[in-house]
């Protein structure tokens, strides 16, 4: 089992920056992929990045990449979402997840979820 908390979310002008956070724990915490999806009303939780365990495959989603970074502290267990140049398209709640069982690009492949962060930017 795993458990994933987030936190960092808030509210920032367009062009600014935040970093997310994501702490995994429980039995079976250790060596997953991890990711985030934000999901904005109305829509879909859609991808902007994973990481795996080790840090050596990671996928960013066209929308992001360039603004977005997902480092990982696997000594704290923790993923990050680094986001710089926020938009007003990025507003959403984000949400953490780990344990992919085949597409990391798709939101039903993922085994666990965190409650979500909200992510507000003003434009």
């Known amino acids: 089992q795993v458990q994933l908390a987030e936190s960092g979310g808030g509210l920032v002008q367009a062009g600014g920056s935040l970093r997310l956070s994501c702490a995994a724990s429980?039995?079976?915490?250790?060596?997953?992929?991890l990711g985030w999806f934000p999901q904005a009303p109305g829509k879909e939780r859609e991808f902007v990045a994973s990481?795996?365990?080790?840090?050596?495959?990671?996928f960013y989603s066209d929308s992001v990449k360039g603004r977005f970074t997902i480092p990982r502290d696997n000594a704290k267990n923790t993923v990050y979402l680094q986001m710089n140049s926020l938009k007003a398209e990025d507003t959403a709640v984000y949400y953490c997840?780990?344990?992919?069982?085949?597409?990391?690009?798709?939101?039903?492949?993922?085994?666990?979820w965190g409650q979500g962060t909200q992510v507000t930017v003003s434009s």
């Open positions: 997840t780990g344990d992919p069982e085949g597409n990391w690009r798709s939101a039903s492949d993922w085994n666990y």
């Open positions: 429980g039995r079976t915490s250790s060596s997953i992929p």
């Open positions: 990481i795996s365990w080790s840090g050596t495959t990671i």
